[in-house]
């Protein structure tokens, strides 16, 4: 399979298995938001320990990392960041409000385009800054539909997009940055399972076999999508990602309203109607610049090619000096 085509396919994987992960922390109701998130922690640095075992990568890398606080800040930054985002959606799915799962991702590139500008001095086009103003109108046609603002898309959002962010100060790759953040989160996650545990109140020994196996296995429902991402946003371009990132949060749509059974009144249908056409713009326009980008680069090797051939077709013949 050629390159672009397998980038295609693990991108498609890992936004599948996002999806599919709203599914995935209801069977664990029998535990609190917080004890699945410490496990969640403590096992995906054991799925991340096996991952570099099979990928033969070493551990040779790590001391460095770790004894230089320049290096270390941002992924500890980011690791706090996508605990925050870990909990979010662990809390909205146990709770049956995987709606606002889905809303937190589909407004999550919109508000990465308003830390670009905040953050980064980027600068957005018409058409960019029209999709924020309907992001932003669709949260305010939310809130005062619902009489409440929908907290946990917001926290999730944001959260995520501030993960972006500071990723883009982490001098690591995909793999070894996702070992320091579980490496980071690792040591709160356990004393607070151990505490959990000594106090009665945990259920990881307590409730059955399977439920113990699926705290584990939520090590491996973290990481092994964040791989799968990794490798594709290095194999495919990054506006084949942006598209490829709608099929979790369409899947979380589908997953709340249609197997959840959660409402959707007038006020919400009208708010992710708002996002969704915001989302259209954006892409539309993302797209537009990227064949835009793309025909100027033809055109200046187009120029190039005729310039370096001009001088052996054009030149003179001895009389006409």
């Given amino acids: 399979m050629p390159e672009n085509n397998r980038g295609?396919?693990?991108?498609?994987?890992?936004?599948?298995?996002?999806?599919?992960?709203?599914l995935y922390w209801p069977f664990l109701s029998a535990s609190e938001p917080s004890e699945i998130l410490a496990h969640r922690m403590v096992w995906a640095l054991l799925a991340?320990?096996?991952f570099l075992l099979l990928a033969r990568r070493g551990w040779a890398w790590l001391p460095a990392v770790l004894r230089n606080p320049r290096r270390l800040l941002p992924v500890a930054a980011a690791a706090v960041l996508i605990s925050l985002n870990w909990w979010g959606f662990i809390y909205s799915v146990s709770v049956e409000q995987t709606l606002q799962a889905s809303l937190a991702y589909f407004i999550n590139p919109l508000m990465s385009v308003c830390l670009g500008v905040l953050l980064f001095s980027e600068r957005l086009r018409t058409a960019q800054w029209v999709a924020?103003?309907?992001?932003?109108?669709?949260?305010?046609?939310?809130?005062?539909?619902y009489g409440?603002?929908?907290?946990?898309?917001?926290?999730?959002?944001?959260?995520f997009a501030a993960y972006g962010a500071v990723k883009k100060y982490v001098d690591l790759d995909g793999m070894q940055s996702l070992t320091v953040e579980t490496l980071v989160m690792f040591l709160p996650a356990l004393g607070f399972v151990v505490y959990l545990e000594a106090t009665g109140s945990g259920t990881a020994l307590s409730v059955s076999p399977a439920h113990t196996a699926l705290l584990v296995g939520g090590g491996f429902v973290t990481a092994l999508p964040l791989l799968l991402f990794g490798v594709?946003?290095?194999?495919?371009?990054?506006?084949?990602?942006?598209?490829?990132?709608?099929?979790?949060?369409?899947?979380?749509?589908?997953?709340?309203?249609?197997?959840?059974?959660?409402?959707?009144?007038?006020?919400?249908w009208i708010g992710f109607?708002?996002?969704?056409?915001?989302?259209?713009?954006?892409?539309?326009?993302?797209?537009?610049?990227?064949?835009?980008r793309s025909r100027a680069r033809a055109r200046a090797r187009q120029e190039l090619a005729e310039q370096e051939r001009e001088p052996e077709g054009c030149a003179r013949p001895e009389h006409e000096e």
Avoid: H, K, N
């Fill in 148 to 159: 409440v603002t929908p907290w946990l898309a917001l926290l999730m959002a944001s959260s």
């Fill in 273 to 292: 109607v708002l996002v969704w056409s915001a989302l259209c713009l954006f892409v539309f326009d993302q797209v537009r610049g990227a064949r835009s």
């Fill in 48 to 50: 991340m320990c096996v």
């Fill in 232 to 268: 594709a946003a290095r194999q495919v371009p990054l506006s084949v990602i942006g598209m490829l990132q709608y099929i979790a949060p369409t899947m979380m749509f589908f997953i709340g309203w249609l197997i959840q059974g959660e409402e959707m009144p007038p006020a919400r």
């Fill in 8 to 22: 295609v396919a693990l991108g498609a994987g890992a936004f599948l298995l996002w999806g599919f992960a709203a």
């Fill in 132 to 145: 924020v103003g309907l992001g932003v109108l669709a949260v305010v046609v939310m809130t005062v539909g």
